[in-house]
């Protein structure tokens, strides 16, 4: 019994993978056709952004803190010091802040995108807008990921400041290393394009978070309980979209040979 459930559940997870697939699609025509309510796209960036902001930044001041406190110390004695600004910026621009940003938007908001849509598809109020003539994806689903392609990246780059502050407090009152080392080395490792970078994978992670959040939704069935298993099940899709994703643009990005500091000429 328990094999053929757990075939039957990732069945039903298979099919409905291949349907947030299919309403991406449908999302880039209808964008490409210009439908756009602006009213609820203002207020779901309200809610992507601002309403994440505090649990956004207290996480990554304490990453950047942890970070430092794992580091400093190993490169202190080995006489390389004046590199952990360098070694922090790098690590929280290229993978830990973008990729812990998304993390804590899918479960907060991810998961509110599935349990919304799945309410409003368990109680007929989808079918209520289509007898309406009004499109649940132009409605619904555009304005939450137009929402979070453009917060999530925001977001990012403020939790790298903040992460930054983090290290720089453990590192200068906790290791007595210069605040000034410590900020010319970041300033002399970090690149322009290690920042796009973060902003590219930021991007992407927010239409894949809010693509996977209201596709959940949309197909939820079974009433209250289906709402449970679509919120539940649309976080741990989302999480394991974002690893697979940011493993596939960390090699597009980083790949090759020579240094991952030193500009190559």
């Known amino acids: 019994m328990s094999e053929t459930t757990s075939k039957f ?6 099919q409905r993978l291949l349907a947030a697939i299919f309403l991406g699609g449908q999302v880039i025509v209808h964008l490409l056709r210009g439908k756009i309510h602006r009213r609820n796209t203002l207020d779901q960036m309200a809610a992507v952004g601002p309403d ?14 942890v970070f430092t406190i794992q ?7 080995f006489g390389a010091g004046n590199i952990v600004g360098g070694v922090l910026s790098v690590a929280l621009t290229r993978e830990l802040t973008p990729v812990l940003t998304a993390v804590i938007l899918a479960g907060r908001v991810g998961s509110a995108f599935a349990a919304e849509i799945g309410t409003m598809r368990v109680t007929e109020q ?17 304005p939450r990921v137009i929402a979070c392609c453009l917060m999530l990246p925001i977001l ?6 903040t992460g930054m502050l983090g290290g ?27 920042i796009f ?6 991007c992407c992670f927010g239409i894949l978070i809010a693509v996977i959040g209201c596709s959940w939704g949309l197909t939820t069935t079974g009433g209250a309980k289906g ?39």
């Open 197 to 202: 970078s973060a902003m590219i994978k930021a």
């Open 227 to 265: 709402v449970g298993q679509s919120t539940t099940t649309a976080v741990v899709t989302a999480l394991l979209i974002i690893f697979i994703s940011n493993f596939f643009l960390s090699w597009l990005m980083f790949q090759g040979a020579g240094s991952a500091f030193i500009p190559e000429f």
């Open 52 to 65: 994440s902001l505090f649990i956004a930044l207290l996480t990554a001041i304490f990453v950047g803190a």
């Open 126 to 142: 989808i079918d209520a807008m289509l007898m309406l003539k009004t499109d649940p994806i132009d409605y619904l689903v555009i």
């Open 71 to 77: 580091v400093a110390r190993e490169f202190i004695n």
């Open 156 to 161: 990012t780059l403020l939790s790298l400041v």
């Open 9 to 14: 559940s990732l069945g039903e997870w298979s």
């Open 168 to 194: 720089l407090i453990i590192a200068t009152n906790i290791y007595n290393l210069s605040e000034t080392v410590f900020l010319d080395s970041a300033r002399n490792f970090l690149g322009i394009w290690d």
